[in-house]
T-cell receptor
Framework: DAGVTQSPTHLIKTRGQHVTLRCSPI?????VSWYQQVLGQGPQFIFQ???????GRGNFPDRFSARQFPNYSSELNVNALLLGDSALYLC??????????????FGEGSRLTVL | AQSVTQLGSHVSVSEGALVLLRCNYS??????LFWYVQYPNQGLQLLLK??????LVKGINGFEAEFKKSETSFHLTKPSAHMSDAAEYFC???????????FGQGTRLTINP
């Protein structure tokens, strides 16, 4: 079975541009979460979606947005890119909406470089 | 607010030696605790988790961790290191009903031949 797939794997943008990152969860998983991992740090929670509704949001500015589609895939959008947005963006899927009942399965990430 | 502190950003051990990666947490409610491993250019993989019940938790690849409430710790151990254990390890905390994990900054484990 396919795991969590993310695209693109690498991309380079310039300041002020916007970016769209895509994630396909494991088949049957209805929850998708997004994390930002800056080099040398642990992942930080950005969003969680379950059944196409936003269930949680981390401490990120409004430049960050996301959505989940009827097939449970998800997009993360970042507008007005800053140098500090350079990071590995990880998508994770799970069967359940909360962390005590659902193991998170992570994709390999999309590495964004902002110049 | 919940937080996780991993003591030592880099740990180096010899092949066959004991691996000990330290994790302390801060939580105002009963925590759920996790260890994830990240190999180069890969996503995170769950090693083990503690939610309720037995405080000694066994995970994959011979790793285990013990939840010590009095010490607010959840240290990860493996009796005998293998070269394939070289990776980045992350401790994380959550609680019932939560939608997110709070991660520590990670510990890079190097195995010397």
């Amino acid at each position: 079975d396919a795991g969590v797939t993310q695209s693109p794997t690498h991309l380079i943008k310039t300041r002020g541009q916007h970016v769209t990152l895509r994630c396909s969860p494991i088949s049957g998983h209805k929850s998708v979460s997004w994390y930002q991992q800056v080099l040398g740090q642990g992942p930080q929670f950005i969003f969680q979606y379950y059944e196409k509704e936003e269930r949680g949001r981390g401490n990120f500015p409004d430049r960050f947005s996301a959505r989940q589609f009827p097939n449970y895939s998800s997009e993360l959008n970042v507008n007005a890119l800053l140098l500090g947005d350079s990071a590995l963006y990880l998508c994770a899927s799970s069967l359940a909406t909360d962390t005590n009942t659902g193991e998170l399965f992570f994709g390999e990430g999309s590495r964004l470089t902002v110049l | 607010a919940q937080s996780v502190t991993q003591l030592g950003s880099h740990v180096s051990v010899s092949e066959g030696a004991l691996v000990l990666l330290r994790c302390n947490y801060s939580s105002s409610v009963p925590p759920y605790l996790f260890w994830y491993v990240q190999y180069p250019n890969q996503g995170l993989q769950l090693l083990l988790k503690y939610t309720t019940g037995a405080t000694l938790v066994k995970g994959i690849n011979g790793f285990e961790a013990e939840f010590k409430k009095s010490e607010t710790s959840f240290h990860l151990t493996k009796p005998s290191a293998h070269m394939s254990d070289a990776a980045e390890y992350f401790c994380a905390v959550s609680f019932q009903g939560a939608q997110k994990l709070v991660f520590g900054q990670g510990t890079r484990l190097t195995i010397n031949p």
